[in-house]
């Protein structure tokens, strides 16, 4: 069973940054992909950043210029730097991790929470 574990999650003041950590129990190079997504009350889930086993990023829109997306393949942990914040970003935020065989498969952590006050 893999698990995801996360990290860094917090309160902040609007324009700080936290820095997020996933950690899968099972390598990094072993997933099609890495990434966060977040989820705020009363709203969907929504893809925040992802990085792949080639080491390809990908961002929403909204956090471009503000977020990277990185790895330590010797840590075997993926990161989200978060910088200026806005208080619309606060929200759960979910390490995902997937693999594609016959089907994709899944894999989530537990989230930490993110607020920011502004």
């Known amino acids: 069973q893999v698990q995801l574990v996360e990290s860094g999650g917090g309160l902040v003041q609007a324009g700080g940054s936290l820095r997020l950590s996933c950690a899968p129990s099972?390598?990094?190079?072993?997933?099609?992909?890495v990434g966060w997504y977040r989820q705020a009350p009363g709203k969907q889930r929504e893809l925040v950043a992802t990085?792949?086993?080639?080491?390809?990023?990908n961002y929403a829109d909204s956090v471009k210029g503000r977020f990277t997306i990185s790895r330590d393949n010797a840590k075997n942990t993926v990161y989200l730097q978060m910088n200026s914040l806005k208080p619309e970003d606060a929200a759960v935020y979910y390490c995902?991790?997937?693999?594609?065989?016959?089907?994709?498969?899944?894999?989530w952590g537990q989230g930490t929470q993110v607020t920011v006050s502004s």
């Open positions: 995902n991790a997937y693999r594609l065989n016959r089907r994709r498969q899944d894999y």
């Open positions: 099972e390598r990094i190079a072993s997933f099609n992909s």
């Open positions: 990085i792949t086993v080639i080491g390809s990023t």
